[in-house]
């Protein structure tokens, strides 16, 4: 069964800093792996989409990267903004017919002013 | 493109009562997921559907949870009876092809 963690579950950074979420999964046999943002109250928002035959997709200040093979992923924001601050979640979509979207619990991130 | 649109958005009930979420996904997609958020976790899966069928319901509490999407388009999630660890919001997703996940809004229940 696939787990997904997210360390750290909370960060505060000042703003303009770059940082990195982590996300790590147990089982590599994935269809591709899912970045979202949720602010409170609010469902989740796609950031990025990276498949399986991919490394690491961009978009904006954002970047995110996957190694299958050591089961890890990582979000990475350039420049760091107070409008950034939210929960990070990330998310497996496992290979095979089922397709089960297993979640890690979210990482909190502040970006202080 | 209309995005995934969930009703209620926020209900409040008394244990050991009903209640139903309504969710109507994004026009074409096949894949319709229901999720339950408890604050401070990550979404879990209820159920699975891929048009009008069942995938995955194993983690669904059968005893008080039910689900179906007829005619493979919207989705209704119920209730009933509700205890108190049933607060929590409940998210469907719909899924397209290259497998990139759309989700509603949420229903925030409070169950008193």
């Known amino acids: 069964k696939q787990e997904v963690t997210q360390i750290p579950a909370a960060l505060s950074v000042p703003e303009g800093e770059n940082l990195v979420l982590n996300c790590s999964f147990t089982d590599s046999a994935i269809y591709n792996l899912q970045w979202f943002r949720q602010d409170p109250g609010k469902g989740l928002t796609s950031l990025l989409l990276i498949q399986s035959s991919q490394r690491e997709q961009t978009s904006g200040r954002l970047n995110a990267s996957l190694d299958k093979s050591s089961g890890r992923s990582t979000l990475y924001i350039a420049a760091s903004q107070p409008g950034d601050s939210a929960t990070y979640l990330c998310?497996?979509?496992?290979?095979?017919?089922?397709?089960?979207?297993?979640f890690g619990s979210g990482t909190q991130l502040t970006v202080l002013p | 493109e209309a995005g995934v649109a969930q009703s209620p958005r926020y209900k409040i009930i008394e244990k050991r009562q009903s209640v139903a979420f309504w969710c109507n996904p994004i026009?074409?997609?096949?894949?319709l997921y229901w999720y339950q958020q408890i604050l401070g976790q990550g979404p879990k899966l209820l159920i699975q559907?891929?048009?009008?069928?069942?995938?995955?319901d194993s983690q669904l509490p059968k005893d008080r949870f039910s689900a179906e999407r007829l005619k493979g388009v919207d989705s209704t999630l119920k209730i009933q009876p509700a205890k108190l660890e049933d607060s929590a919001v409940y998210l469907c997703?719909?899924?397209?092809?290259?497998?990139?996940?759309?989700f509603g809004e949420g229903s925030r229940l409070t169950v008193l």
């Open positions: 026009s074409g997609h096949a894949t």
């Open positions: 998310a497996a979509l496992e290979g095979g017919s089922a397709r089960q979207l297993t």
């Open positions: 997703a719909t899924r397209v092809n290259t497998g990139e996940l759309f």
């Open positions: 559907f891929q048009n009008n069928g069942v995938v995955d």
